[in-house]
């Protein structure tokens, strides 16, 4: 008999264990707005990660005030671009028609302005502003006399088109831009090639005849912002046949917000050679902890925020 109460006490040990086991919480008993809380102190990218871990974190990660948190503080001037220039009262229709989740989303997709020469985005790892400019926005000395400097289509840039220069002696590029950036420190690079790329076959070739003048005298690059700043620096042209991102200088936009202009330009006027042979796809200016080697790959994965 006593082995049957011991055994009768073991069974009922056995099954209060079971009915404590099926009845522990998981993560998906956790309160949304905890899990909603929680994810207003990540990252975009690891927001995106942990909606997957099962309903309740992904309904958590939709929540407007986890996305709203991610916003830069110049957001209703970048939503204004992406808009084409509308008003508050549109502002506002967009906002009422879509969740923030899906505002960031289209942030993070490349935007353009300014009829298509400017595109922006925000990086969706850092949420940081970054843009670009087509060789078309900028000033080019000679570029409506085609013995100097040509319009050509490629595949290689993100405009479907670069100037390319021929020969000559006076060569200046110039870019201006007004935009709000968010508090920090930006970098602006030229995008340049020596030399002219095309297909043949299906293979890529670049036809570098025309490169020459470059290895004489240096290029100046300039910098200067509307309150005060300044960068110059000089450097050889390198690398024929590959794209190479050239640091123009850096800047830094303050926590007073509003927008800041940027001019900058690319120049060797020695007139004692000529030059030629130069691709000019884009300028760009992103955050200066982004990586510059990355940033123009970057772009073709940016805006991948689950829905």
């Not at 998906?28 to 707005?33: A, V």
């Not at 909603?36 to 102190?41: G, H, I, Q, R």
């Not at 030399?195 to 910098?223: M, T, Y």
Request: overall charge neutral; aromatic content about 10%; hydrophobic content about 35%.
């Amino acid at each position: 008999m006593g082995s049957a109460i011991s055994a009768d006490n073991n069974k009922v040990g056995r099954d209060d264990i079971a009915a404590s086991s099926s009845s522990s919480t998981g993560l998906g008993d956790l309160p949304e707005s905890c899990i909603s809380c929680v994810f207003m102190n990540l990252e975009p990218e690891d927001i995106c990660k942990l909606a997957r871990v099962n309903k309740t974190f992904h309904r958590a990660s939709c929540a407007d005030f986890v996305w709203e948190s991610k916003f830069p503080p110049a957001f209703k001037f970048l939503l204004n671009q992406v808009l084409g220039g509308a008003g508050d009262d549109d502002q506002q229709k967009l906002q009422n028609s879509f969740t923030n989740k899906q505002i960031y989303a289209t942030l993070c997709r490349p935007n353009r302005f300014h009829s298509g020469s400017k595109e922006v985005w925000l990086d969706r790892g850092s949420g940081q502003v970054c843009l670009l400019m087509s060789s078309k926005s900028m000033k080019i000395t000679g570029i409506d006399d085609r013995r100097y400097w040509n319009y050509i289509p490629t595949e290689e840039s993100r405009f479907k088109s670069i100037a390319y220069l021929q020969q000559m002696w006076w060569v200046e590029v110039v870019g201006d831009v007004e935009f709000e950036f968010p508090q920090g420190r930006y970098s602006l690079y030229f995008r340049l090639q020596l030399g002219r790329a095309s297909k043949r076959l299906g293979r890529r070739v670049c036809n570098v005849d025309q490169v020459h003048g470059w290895n004489i005298k240096p290029v100046r690059f300039e910098l200067s912002t509307s309150d005060g700043q300044n960068a110059l620096s000089e450097c050889y042209l390198h690398g024929p046949g590959e794209w190479a991102n050239y640091h123009v200088g850096d800047f830094v936009v303050g926590p007073s917000g509003g927008p800041i202009n940027i001019k900058f330009s690319l120049t060797q006027i020695d007139c004692t050679h000529t030059k030629g042979g130069l691709s000019v796809d884009c300028a760009f200016i992103c955050p200066t902890g982004l990586s510059k080697q990355n940033i123009m790959m970057k772009r073709e994965n940016i805006g991948k925020i689950n829905n």
